[in-house]
Nanobody, 123 residues
Framework: QVQLVESGGGLVQAGGSLRLSCAASGHTFRWYAMGWFRQAPGKEREFVAAISWSGGNTYHADSVKGRFTISRDNAKNTVYLQMNSLKPEDTAVYYC????????????????WGQGTQVTVSS
């Protein structure tokens, strides 16, 4: 089992940057593909980015491509989301999640979730 704790959210002006971290417990972290999702008020949870267990493959939603970058450090049991050029529409609660199989983009394919961290981008 994996427990996930996100950090790094906050309030930032448009055009600014934030780096989210997701710390995982358990020695099996390196076996899981990891993903970041976000959910804005009144909207469904949406895929943001994903990374394979080795870190060799990454995937980003079109809406964040070129601005956000997912990475992981298996020695530190941590996955990151570097967010640059933030826009007001990026405002949401951001969640990290872990999966053993299935699709990068489908939330129900992820077995473990963090509690989320709020990101607010002011215009």
């Amino acid at each position: 089992q994996v427990q996930l704790v996100e950090s790094g959210g906050g309030l930032v002006q448009a055009g600014g940057s934030l780096r989210l971290s997701c710390a995982a417990s358990g020695h099996t972290f390196r076996w899981y593909a990891m993903g970041w999702f976000r959910q804005a008020p009144g909207k469904e949870r949406e895929f943001v980015a994903a990374i394979s267990w080795s870190g060799g493959n990454t995937y980003h939603a079109d809406s964040v491509k070129g601005r956000f970058t997912i990475s992981r450090d298996n020695a530190k049991n941590t996955v990151y989301l570097q967010m640059n050029s933030l826009k007001p529409e990026d405002t949401a609660v951001y969640y990290c999640a872990a999966r053993e199989s299935g699709s990068n983009w489908i939330p129900s394919d992820y077995a473990y979730w963090g509690q989320g961290t709020q990101v607010t981008v002011s215009s």
